[in-house]
């Protein structure tokens, strides 16, 4: 039985005048989940951590869990100093969390058997389940075959976010069966979720939330012609909403339905005016 299935969104961090809107955060996250999200994954890429501060990133936490349950929110753990890494990890495991989404430290390029003794440092202090975060085009090194099936021998590394592009990696963890594997590719979730995989970490799916869920609902009855409809009305959404850097897009759109402001913290611009026209005309 999986430990993560479903459509997982990938949560934005909403702004105003450069502060976290936490209204707004609360407000989007039950609206998400009341369209059918199986959780939430916060403090991730798409939540623009990375801009802010470690205490920003657990109030982000706390606001969510005066309103939601823990076993639906995943926080997201990224760093590249491994004692910081680790004392803000028993800061989050403080709250009750259903997982840390974990990616490769960034910028270092370490070997397979430093990412390996990484991985397993994070998982021995653990006391909810690891979500490997497998992204190399953003920590520029990537998880291989051997190690990840190394990995998925600990007890609390239970999932991967794969988004290693490398299909025969995705085959075979799925084949193994070891990891519940979740495409973090959203143009990818309909062939991963086909080829035995249980879900998705979805950005483009905080728009029309419903379809994605059903989506994988057709794919678990066997309905496949339903889910390749599915996904085909899904196509200009999933084209748009990654046209420029993530998450510039989607907050544009969730700005469109009064849902947040289109507001982003630097180095992140706002959608160009543009791609904004064609959100507006495309997706309207």
């Not at 397979?112 to 990484?118: H, M, T, V």
């Not at 143009?187 to 799916?205: D, P, V």
Request: aromatic letters at 4%.
């Amino acid at each position: 039985m999986p430990v993560f299935s479903g459509i997982w969104v990938a949560l934005v961090t909403p702004f105003n005048d450069g502060a976290v809107d936490f209204p707004a955060l609360r407000h989007l996250a039950r609206h998400l989940l009341d369209e059918g999200a199986a959780g939430l994954v916060v403090c991730g890429t798409t939540g623009e951590a990375a801009a802010l501060s470690k205490a920003e990133q657990l109030a982000v936490l706390d606001a969510l869990l005066e309103d939601i349950p823990g076993e639906r929110l995943v926080m997201g753990l990224a760093g590249n100093n491994l004692a910081e890494l680790l004392a803000f990890q028993a800061e989050v495991q403080r709250r009750p969390v259903a997982g840390l989404l974990v990616p490769a430290p960034y910028y270092i390029r370490p070997s397979q058997a430093g990412l390996l003794a990484w991985f397993e440092t994070i998982a021995d202090a653990a006391s909810v389940p690891v979500i490997l975060y497998d992204i190399p085009y953003r920590t520029g090194v990537r998880l291989e075959l051997e190690t990840l099936r190394r990995l998925a021998r600990h007890p609390r590394i239970r999932a991967i976010k794969d988004c290693g592009g490398n299909a025969e990696v995705t085959q075979a963890l799925i084949a193994d069966g070891q990891l519940d594997v979740l495409t973090g590719e959203d143009n990818q979730i309909l062939s991963t979720l086909c080829l035995g995989g249980s879900g998705a970490i979805s950005a483009a799916s905080h728009i029309r939330t419903r379809d994605f869920a059903a989506l994988v609902e057709r794919v678990t009855a066997g309905d496949l012609e339903a889910a390749r409809a599915i996904f085909r009305s899904l196509q200009p959404l999933l084209r748009l909403a990654f046209a420029e850097p993530n998450p510039a897009p989607v907050k544009t759109l969730l700005a469109m339905r009064g849902l947040i402001r289109d507001e982003l913290r630097a180095p992140m611009l706002p959608s160009s005016e543009a791609l904004r026209e064609r959100l507006r005309t495309e997706l309207a």
